[in-house]
């Protein structure tokens, strides 16, 4: 997986790059929250739950049908937001779902539930650049700072990229006479 604080960042450059008028800074913070709460998952194995049982890591919590959930969750709060029910569900399970799409790009572990509950087949990207992550005490490590490495070049710099680019688009579409 990527870093917990990585997989924030999708939504934030997302967020930035579209403006706050489109997402507002309550959404866009439940989206970063959105986008980190499959890992919530790690409770598992204090639990004695199996890795790879549909509610272990990168089980159940990593499927489209949750990012589905936790959009239906925004849909009935969007008041909260200050957006129409369809933008915030669409937003939340965007989120959400970027989580498994990255952690399916790394390098390790059994790959994601992202089917379930129709399979329970973990699954990777054919592309898989991302260093996973040390889950636990091999974080502060070397293995931790190739893993950092990794996520700047391949995710840290282009939501970058992105977040600049919407934002010199608003800004130029913004000055026009």
């Known amino acids: 997986m990527p870093t917990i604080f990585t997989h ?22 439940a989206g970063m929250l959105a986008a980190m709460l499959p890992d919530a998952d ?14 272990g890591h990168r089980g159940a919590s990593h499927s489209l049908c949750f990012a589905a959930l936790v959009g239906a969750a925004g849909a009935v709060t969007h008041r909260f937001f200050g ?30 539930a992202l089917w379930w509950p129709w399979s329970d087949a973990r699954v990777f990207a054919p592309w898989r650049p991302i260093a996973v992550s040390p889950i636990g005490s091999g974080f502060f490590s070397a ?13 840290w710099l282009p939501c970058t990229v992105i977040a600049a680019t919407g934002l010199a688009l608003r800004r130029a579409v913004s000055s026009r006479p």
């Open 8 to 29: 924030a960042v999708v939504p934030l450059a997302a967020g930035i790059a579209l403006g706050r008028t489109r997402v507002p800074a309550r959404l866009l913070v």
């Open 42 to 55: 790690v409770v598992a194995f204090k639990l004695g739950i199996a890795y790879a049982d549909d509610f």
């Open 83 to 112: 957006v129409r029910a369809w933008v915030a569900a669409a937003w939340l399970s965007a989120c959400a779902a970027s989580h498994p799409l990255l952690d399916a790009l790394t390098n390790g572990g059994l790959g994601v």
């Open 143 to 155: 293995r931790g700072v190739a893993v950092v490495l990794s996520e700047l070049r391949w995710i």
